[in-house]
């Protein structure tokens, strides 16, 4: 956005020198347009004195004459040409009316000089008075025709560039000037050939060309005003007021006094000529030299806006790197940076730690920032160490306090913790549930012979094939000395009497061999009860132990699974061992004796 603001910024700086430049590029071939066009104008005036002094004379024979009118038509045809090259150079939608215009010129200039010549072929006295005049005053008709080429070359030299205003102004007023002056000897040229008096037109035609030609002149001066500290200005003033408007006016005014009473003009049509018109050369120079002035200043302005707009190219280019260094500086310090660290900031958040944090570059705000979450990160992965290192210690902790520690498997805290949820659940949807409860028979001989590690390595291998005989769902516990029990959910009482028995079996077929070499063969005893509306964990316990009872009464290394007497309760060892049988007996009662 910043970006295109600038960009935008030095486009229409640079735009608007382009256009400066354009513009006075533009200026010099337009005054060089305009100059032509005033040449044109020029060489049709001499045109058209030269044609007027010579229908005043009888020149059907004389090739001299001819020789005069050649010149100036040849000159007219060349600057009209001139123009027209010029004008197709650039064109423009200006060009169209203009070259129309130019058009008719030439028409007319061509239809002009037919009649011209048609007349000039009969002798003086055989030409038709009315048609000579109408000759005659098709020349200035031309230039009419031609005056709107010269105002709209005028008016486009001023549009592309108003500082020329005074100039253009200044160089068409000297036409008119060069136009006036050779009015004014065209004037005189027919009563000087006839050496006649002036009529009454041809004297208000001088007086009133004379008063336009102070009038010109003076208006000049006044525009020129601010070229008069040039000195070829003041020159070229200086002649005009010396010579067509000085001498020559003089000459002229001398004869328009003759003319006005005699007529008898001391001097020829010839040489009023040679004496009066060199010096309208004096306006033309003028001309020429506003014209030249104006395109030296032109030229000038074209060079400056040149170098301006080059040089604004130049530091528009210079601002455009310097803009693109610093958004990049500020990209890669500020912005990248704070990118980078609301990533980290996230990262941190969601303790996702393997993120690495880049080296602070600079020793600045963002190096700081850098560095702060440098230490957080620090301070976050310690704390997790710590919160992972308090898990692990918790579950130890756990473990150890559910764990018995010479076996390893729950002690009795955890099991009635755990044994409770099975009996509540048995308890609640009526869900089979079975209890066996089994001691080590003779273990304290084990002890007394073999020394109590030994009896440690017995407990340890007996508990060893209790966890192989258990599902996962069941629950072992080393219930306290030599005693284990085994809580198997969705077992009868037939069943974990079989769970049992298997025991039983698989631990008298086990040689138990100590670490003295010693080899011992023990067996254990098992007491088994199923739920049965019992009302609490313990009651299925004192059961099982009732059971366990018997089944040592019954001479040990057997299993006793006792179902439960209507009305029994909850009772201890010790009470009446009615109800058992070896298992090798076939079963009086429903309890049931295994005995190896
Ligand atoms: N090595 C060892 N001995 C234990 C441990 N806990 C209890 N005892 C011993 O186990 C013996 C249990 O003996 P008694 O209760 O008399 O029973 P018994 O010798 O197994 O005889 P019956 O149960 O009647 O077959 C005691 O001598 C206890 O000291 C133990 O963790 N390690």
Redesign the pocket.
């Known amino acids: 956005m910043l970006m295109l603001l600038f960009l935008t910024l030095a486009g229409i700086i640079v735009d608007g020198e382009w256009k400066v430049y354009q513009r006075s590029t533009e200026s010099i071939p337009a005054i060089r347009k305009l100059h032509l066009a005033l040449q044109v104008e020029e060489k049709l005036i001499a045109e058209r004195g030269v044609s007027n002094f010579l229908l005043q004379q009888d020149f059907s024979e004389d090739r001299a004459m001819h020789g005069k009118l050649a010149p100036v038509r040849a000159a007219s045809d060349r600057s009209l040409r001139n123009l027209r090259q010029a004008l197709q150079e650039r064109p423009g939608p200006w060009l169209a009316p203009v070259m129309a215009d130019l058009l008719l010129t030439e028409q007319r200039l061509a239809a002009t000089r037919t009649d011209m010549d048609a007349l000039a072929a009969r002798p003086k006295e055989q030409r038709d008075p009315e048609a000579a005049a109408a000759a005659i005053a098709m020349i200035p008709s031309t230039l009419d025709t031609f005056a709107p080429v010269v105002a709209a070359l005028s008016s486009i030299a001023i549009q592309v560039d108003q500082q020329f205003h005074d100039g253009v102004d200044s160089a068409q007023l000297a036409t008119n000037l060069r136009n006036v002056a050779g009015q004014m000897v065209s004037t005189l040229t027919a009563p000087v050939v006839a050496q006649r008096p002036l009529t009454a037109q041809e004297r208000y035609t001088f007086a009133k060309l004379s008063g336009q030609a102070d009038q010109l002149y003076g208006v000049i001066e006044m525009q020129l005003r601010a070229y008069s500290h040039k000195p070829e200005f003041k020159t070229a003033l200086q002649s005009i007021r010396e010579g067509p408007l000085g001498d020559g006016l003089d000459l002229l005014t001398k004869l328009f006094v003759i003319g006005r009473s005699s007529g008898g003009y001391d001097l020829t049509p010839d040489q009023m000529i040679a004496s009066y018109v060199p010096k309208m050369a004096a306006i033309s120079r003028l001309r020429d030299l506003i014209v030249m002035d104006m395109i030296r200043e032109a030229e000038q302005r074209n060079l400056k806006a040149r170098y301006f707009l080059l040089a604004t190219v130049g530091l528009a280019t210079l601002a455009l790197g310097v803009f693109f260094l610093l958004l990049r500086v500020i990209r890669r310090r500020v912005l990248r940076p704070i990118l980078e660290a609301t990533d980290l900031f996230v990262s941190l958040a969601n303790e996702r730690l393997i993120t690495s944090i880049p080296a602070p570059r600079y020793d600045d705000e963002i190096g700081d920032m850098m560095r702060a979450i440098h230490v957080l990160k620090a301070h976050s992965q310690e704390r997790i160490c710590l919160g992972k290192e308090r898990e692990e210690m918790i579950a130890q902790l756990r473990a150890a306090s559910d764990t018995d520690f ?1 076996t390893g498997l729950l002690n009795r805290r955890a099991f009635f913790a755990q044994g409770e949820q099975q009996f509540g659940i048995a308890q609640r949807y009526r869900r089979q549930l079975a209890l066996i409860l089994m ?7 084990v ?1 007394d012979q073999h020394g ?1 590690l030994a ?2 390595q017995v ?1 340890c291998k007996v508990a060893e094939l209790s966890r192989r005989c258990r599902r996962k769902v069941d629950l072992l516990a080393r219930y306290g ?2 005693e284990f029990l085994l809580l198997l959910p969705e077992i009868d009482l037939e069943q974990g009497r079989a769970v049992a028995e298997k025991l039983r079996v698989e631990i008298g077929a086990c040689d138990f061999q100590l670490d003295d070499g010693v080899s011992l063969k023990i067996s254990a005893s098992f007491g088994v009860v199923a739920f049965e509306h019992d009302d609490a964990l313990e009651s299925l316990i004192v059961r099982a132990d009732q059971a366990l009872y018997k089944a ?1 009464d019954g001479g ?1 290394n057997r299993v006793m699974a006792l179902p439960r007497e209507p009305g029994q309760d909850a009772g201890g060892r010790g009470q009446d061992g009615e109800g058992w049988a070896r298992a090798d007996e076939p079963a009086k009662l429903s309890v049931v004796s295994i005995e190896k």
Do not use: S, T
Not at 439 to 445: S, T
């Open positions: 010479l001691d080590v028979d003779h273990f304290k001989a002890n109590h009896g440690d407990l000395g030599e040592k040990r």
